[in-house]
């Protein structure tokens, strides 16, 4: 089971957004217990590029679990 803890505010949105890596596909650790995995764009298919995003997705979770990382950030802004 997933279990989702609610926000306890929210965040301030004054600055502006900006596009949190240079890929469409990101994976960045902020600590010991936090990652951010970055989906720009679910824009992959079996005749093009669909292995880029799966073996995105594999290795991310690989690395994931190597870190034992706690929380997991999906940041799908600019999607």
Not at 23 to 33: A, E, G, P, V
Not at 43 to 56: A, C, K, R, V
């Amino acid at each position: 089971p997933v279990i989702l803890n609610a926000l306890d505010a929210y965040p301030s949105f004054k600055e502006p957004f900006t596009k949190p890596c240079p890929d469409n596909l990101c994976l960045d650790f902020k600590d010991n217990k936090t990652a951010i995995l970055t989906i720009s764009s679910f824009n992959y298919y079996p005749w093009n590029n669909l292995s880029e995003f799966e073996n995105f997705i594999d290795d991310s979770f690989q690395k994931i679990n190597q870190n034992k990382t706690e929380n997991l950030i999906i940041d799908l802004r600019f999607n």
